[in-house]
């Protein structure tokens, strides 16, 4: 497993641009905030099979800030082509996923947040470019019905993911309104609806503007 560490500060455009460059080695992350509120993510590589989370010195995935995790809290496993999150009794305040306790084994999907003591774990099982192959069970989800507004704001979103001079970060809430010739509040109450359409309103703030992009355009609602 490898761990990238954002510096103290850094501005969300950094942390978004450092996250998409993670996501696009088609590797799974797993994203959170020490107590300093730095962004860590936590890279799950090829030969990874059994990674120990908690936050004694011996786990592979260490949260030592945390101190509602248990020393040993959980097992993530790889399966089937896939991950999972097991916890057998061995945590004092159990492990969540999406706001169910998990109890024994329970496989990881894609967006899915996993709550570890204190800590949120966002799962990013992100597919390499130009690769479009997943597991079985974990197919494309089908693009939500959206109004034409709705369109104009994922495509303005966007839009300087194509520019290859550009920072490589979705468009801000202000850039959208300046692009589209609309208040920064009518955009922020879009870009609300457009988390909830699709499902990813429990993910940390710093991450739904990317993975909104990534999402729309694995749909084809934008280029």
Do not use: Y
């Amino acid at each position: 497993m490898r761990v990238i560490e954002t510096d103290r500060g850094a501005s969300r455009a950094v942390e978004l641009k450092k996250v998409i460059e993670a996501e696009r080695t088609g590797l799974p992350l797993l994203v959170t905030r020490d107590h300093e509120e730095r962004q860590r993510i936590f890279v799950l590589e090829s030969d990874d099979e059994q990674l120990w989370v908690g936050r004694g010195a011996a786990c592979d995935l260490r949260l030592d800030w945390d101190q509602q995790a248990s020393r040993c809290h959980a097992e993530l496993v790889r399966v089937a082509g896939g991950w999972a999150v097991a916890d057998d009794g061995l945590s004092r305040n159990g492990t969540f996923v999406g706001g169910e306790r998990v109890t024994g084994r329970r496989r990881l999907h894609h967006g899915e947040v996993v709550r570890v003591g204190n800590c949120r774990l966002p799962s990013q099982l992100a597919v390499a470019p130009g690769d479009r192959t997943r597991p079985d069970d974990e197919a494309p989800r089908a693009a939500p019905e959206l109004t034409p507004v709705q369109l104009e704001v994922l495509a303005a979103l966007c839009r300087p993911l194509s520019d290859p001079a550009g920072p490589a970060v979705p468009a801000t809430n202000p850039a959208i309104a300046a692009d589209l010739h609309r208040s920064t509040q009518a955009i922020k109450k879009h870009m609300g609806a457009l988390f909830v359409r699709f499902g990813i309103e429990g993910l940390p703030q710093n991450q739904k503007r990317a993975r909104l992009a990534e999402l729309a355009r694995q749909a084809g609602l934008v280029e």
